[in-house]
């Protein structure tokens, strides 16, 4: 295992060849992403447990913030049922999601680059289209992970939700003999209107801020030290984060939604959100800037260590895909 003290260029890691830099084979890129885009989304999954509880949480709130919400969940349901609910379909939709999302961001990357568009321009529009290959995957997997996250234990006592499942898979099949297959769509709209965007803003921070960060020092050759690279990443993915959790909140209200309204135990009805628009304008009435920004806390938390944590992974796969591949070489030769 290679020493890891620093991280080369941003999703861009590359040999030199003649002087000239070469990207690294697709292949490498697709094992890279998938490892580093589902090793940060299964650390950090608790944190996405908390916030997804905190924004769909009925009225009124049973948490008050992320951490009263953290320790609830932890005291009442343990980890595995309780903060890991929907680890199962979480993973099952991140590996390819992520496999999909790193593979064709990089080829709408360098083919934008090759035809002279500029950088920032190329790395808004490969977020983007990287997002939109991988959400056909990653939405149902949401859909189910999210579900499981707001249902918790079996049977829960300590949280009020419409749903009853037993694991993903009993899950599974009531939604779809129930609501249909559309139904694992379900706020797909919301989902790409909330993750196109913040993938284009994610790598674009990232990006300029990884420039702004070689242009601050003498040797601009070197690369930038992995507590810094980290720390990118990080605000990059926070920045992101926070600008797009009026979507979030409306993503999850529009996935977990039932058809017939219910009762909450206060006797306050649940909303029946029509559509993006109708869910933003009733929460804003109702709560104000708060109600748009329910659960801001542990999104950017979770967006920050998971973009700083998915980043360095990508590129610390590459160099050891990379440093294996030498080692092959010199045997051979």
């Known amino acids: 295992m290679p020493e890891i003290s620093t991280v080369p260029e941003p999703l861009a890691m590359t040999n030199s060849v003649n002087g000239q830099s070469v990207d690294p084979p697709y292949l490498h890129v697709l094992i890279a992403g998938g490892l580093g885009g589902s ?9 996405d447990t908390v916030k997804t509880r905190l924004q769909g949480q009925p009225f009124p709130p049973k948490y ?3 951490f009263h919400a ?22 099952t939709g991140s590996i390819p999601g992520t496999t999909i999302y790193f593979g064709t961001y990089e080829f709408v990357k360098r083919t934008c680059i090759e035809k002279g568009i500029p950088d920032s321009v190329c790395h808004l529009a490969a977020g983007a289209i990287g997002d939109l290959a991988a959400s056909v995957i990653y939405v149902p997997s949401e859909v189910l992970k999210t579900r499981m996250q707001l249902q918790g234990r079996y049977n829960n006592p300590n949280f009020t939700s419409g749903y009853n499942y037993k694991n993903s898979l009993h899950a599974l099949r009531m939604i779809v003999k129930y609501d249909g297959f559309r139904a694992l769509y379900n706020g797909f709209r919301a989902t790409i209107l909330r993750d196109v965007p913040f993938s284009a803003l994610q790598f674009a921070f990232y990006e300029k801020l990884k420039k702004v960060s070689l242009d601050g020092r003498s040797n601009k050759s070197k690369p930038l030290s992995l507590p810094i690279e ?6 990059a993915g926070g920045a992101a984060g926070a600008i797009t ?15 017939t309204p219910t009762q909450s135990k206060k006797g306050v009805p649940h909303k029946y959100y029509t559509g993006i628009v109708d869910g933003l ?24 260590l998971q973009s700083g944590g998915m980043f360095v992974i990508y590129e610390q796969v590459l160099l050891l895909i990379e440093e294996m591949n030498s080692i092959d070489s010199l045997s051979y030769s």
């Open 39 to 47: 090793i940060a989304d299964f650390i950090m999954h608790s944190v």
């Open 64 to 66: 008050e913030n992320m």
């Open 70 to 91: 953290y320790r609830t969940i932890l005291r009442e349901e343990g980890v595995t049922r309780g903060l890991y609910s929907g680890i199962g379909p979480a993973m």
């Open 230 to 235: 980290i720390g990118i990443g990080a605000l």
């Open 245 to 259: 959790t009026p979507l979030d909140v409306m993503k999850t209200l529009l996935q977990t939604q039932v058809k």
């Open 281 to 304: 304008i009733w929460n804003y009435r109702q709560e104000g800037i708060k109600g748009l920004f329910r659960g801001i806390g542990p999104r950017v938390f979770w967006t920050a």
